[in-house]
C-alpha cells in the first residue's frame, strides 16, 4: 500500500548548522501531493510546504523541499537552524485528484537544536 | 491563522464505556477528519467527512466508531464500547477543498484518550 518513511526518528543539531530531514514515499497515485506538517511542544501540527509539482522548489519560512517523484523523495532543508525550529516534523502523502483527501503520515522526526 | 479546537484535551475513561470526542473546525471549512496517533507511532486517517455523510474510513474505523455534525456543531467522533487498544491522540482536521489551493488541512491540537 502506500506510505511514507522518515529514517530519523530524532536530529539533533548545534544552531547555525544546515537542516536536511528525510522523506520517502511509495505510493500508486499519478498525482502525489507531498507536505511537511511542523508540531511545536503543546500546539496543533500546522502546514510548512506543500507540493505536487516535480522538480520544482517550494520554499516557505526558510525552510525548502523539492519534490523529486523519480526518485520518490520530498526532503525538508534549511540552511542555518534556529533554536525556534525544534519540533516534530511529519511528511505526508495525498493524492491531488483522488482519495477523499486522506493523508498518509510519514512517523516523524524530533528536530532539536541546541545552542 | 485559522484554528480547531478540541474538547476535551485529555479523557480517561474504563474500558467498555462511551466516549465522545469533540471537534469545532475552521467556521467556514466543509472537509472533517480524524486521525489516530498510538503513542510512538504515525498518525493514521480513521474517516473523513463531507455534507454530512462518510466519504472514506480506513480499517481502524471500527463498527463501534461513528461520526456527525449535527445542525453545523462540533463535529464528533463517538467510540461505543471503548477498547484498551482505542487509547491514543485522536487528531481533528478540516479543510475547504479536497484538493487544489484551498486543500490544506488544519489540525486541532489532539485528544488523549486513555482506555483503562
Known amino acids: 500500500g502506500d506510505s511514507v518513511t522518515q529514517t530519523e526518528g530524532l536530529v539533533t543539531l548545534t544552531e547555525g548548522l544546515p537542516v536536511m530531514l528525510n522523506c520517502t514515499y511509495q505510493t500508486i497515485y499519478s498525482n502525489p501531493f507531498l507536505f511537511w506538517y511542523v508540531q511545536h511542544l503543546n500546539e496543533s501540527p500546522r502546514l510548512l510546504l506543500k507540493s505536487f509539482t516535480d522538480n520544482k522548489r517550494t520554499e516557505h519560512q526558510g525552510f525548502h523541499a523539492t519534490l523529486h517523484k523519480s526518485s520518490s523523495s520530498f526532503h525538508l532543508q534549511k540552511s542555518s537552524a534556529q533554536l525556534s525550529d525544534s519540533a516534530l516534523y511529519y511528511c505526508a502523502l495525498s493524492d491531488r485528484h483522488y482519495n477523499q483527501g486522506k493523508l498518509i503520515f510519514g512517523q516523524g522526526t524530533k528536530l532539536s537544536i541546541k545552542p | 491563522g485559522p484554528k480547531v479546537l478540541q474538547i476535551p484535551s485529555h479523557q480517561i475513561i474504563d474500558m467498555g464505556q462511551m466516549v465522545t470526542l469533540n471537534c469545532d473546525p475552521v467556521?467556514?471549512?466543509?472537509?472533517f477528519y480524524w486521525y489516530k496517533q498510538i503513542l510512538g507511532q504515525q498518525m493514521e486517517f480513521l474517516v473523513n467527512?463531507?455534507?454530512?455523510?462518510?466519504?472514506?474510513k480506513s480499517k481502524l474505523f471500527k463498527d463501534q466508531f461513528s461520526v456527525e455534525r449535527p445542525d453545523g456543531s462540533y463535529f464528533t467522533l463517538k467510540i461505543q464500547p471503548t477498547a484498551l487498544e482505542d487509547s491514543a491522540v485522536y487528531f481533528c482536521a478540516s479543510s475547504l477543498e479536497l484538493g487544489g489551493n484551498y486543500a490544506e488541512q488544519f489540525f486541532g491540537p489532539g485528544t488523549r484518550l486513555t482506555v483503562l
Open positions: 467527512f463531507y455534507n454530512g455523510k462518510v466519504m472514506e
Open positions: 467556521s467556514n471549512h466543509l472537509y
